[in-house]
């Protein structure tokens, strides 16, 4: 019998206390034959622009030849594009304050390096992404969740936290993963402000902005910015998650810690991923994108919302997105145990979801439920919410 990895190596302190992310492995069982997936946080790969990334990618390398596949700084008509659109959503940057990353999660993993150690507190949402749980509990981080409302994060409750002079915040303002609500204006204006009178970095965590369903992204927090807020942009949900592609928006001052952190961790971007989404910005072909992706993701949240009505009025309430890729469930029903359901949901009811208490910092909400509509059609959409209700009858 091989002895339990513990006894055999001597673990960093990290490694021992991150936790395996719950998504990933409910989604190894949720791929079987006839399950319908209601728990993945996933854009439908039907919806992906295959055919037009593979021709950007051949016009890149037949321009560019071997200089598309060779270690380079980041690609500057990226940045610029990027600063460009970050000034178009109110935000006043130079593309040398936009640091290319292969995605959030990898902005996520080197600010909480650069401001947070071990034993810092943290504050977050009480219900939060489990990436953003990995860079601050799961690196040793004392943390403090704040509770969400319809509207976005409780001020008065992140206020209180700020005065505790946490080392880090990091809140999801857009469609929040895993809730679905989004910060009002005037809760972006506050939050900016908060965070320069207690001194706090804020990192907001913004992939999913440009799915607003309306095609009107809101003006990002940064927006609102008195110098202590850390902007996280991502391509992951706005044209393709396995592309690998996100940017810091940070002042110089910090610039050589952050691009040293990060050459700690995989020195840099693809180049050839680079120059490809570039392309296809250039080309502009990401408004007619978003436009299919986002009309789409309307109809399937629609459809999610109908079969709600349906099945769950009376037993449970549901947020009402108006973008992004989630709703979340409460069951009225306060001693439902959506986690411990799950396998019998998934193996005698073919439907499967993620328990809300994955994505809480103190194990709350066994009654929760979050809910994803993208990755579905809205026939299976509609079959998979009646199944849930049969899981919960
Ligand atoms: C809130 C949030 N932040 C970050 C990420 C990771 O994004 P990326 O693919 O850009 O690394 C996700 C992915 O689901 C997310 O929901």
Known sequence: MTAPIMDTYALSAEARTLERSVMRELLKRATAPGVISLAGGLPDSALLPASEIAECAAAVLRRDGGAALQYRPMFEPLRAWIADHMRQRGVDVDAKDIYITNGNQQGLTILSRLFLSPGDLAVTGAYTF?????????????VIGVPVEADGVDLGALEAAFAQRPSLAVLIPSY??????????DKRRAAAQLAARYRVPLVEDDPYSMLAFDGTPPAPIKAYDEGWVFYLGSFSKMLAPGLRLGWIVAPPALGTR??????????ESSTLIQRTVHEYLSRELLPGHLRRLNAANRDRCAAMMDALNAHFSGLADWTRPTGGLFSWLTLHDESADTMSRLPDAIEQHGVAYVPGSAF??????????RLNFSACTSDQ?????ARLRDVFA
């Open 381 to 385: 959409i509609r079959e998979g919410v």
């Open 360 to 369: 809480s910092v103190d194990g709350r909400g066994s009654n929760t439920v």
């Open 176 to 185: 929040q993963n895993p809730l679905g609500v989004t910060l009002s204006d």
């Open 130 to 142: 489990t990436g953003v749980r990995q860079v601050t509990q799961g690196r040793g981080a004392r």
């Open 258 to 267: 952050i691009v040293t952190l990060r050459e700690s961790i995989d020195l």
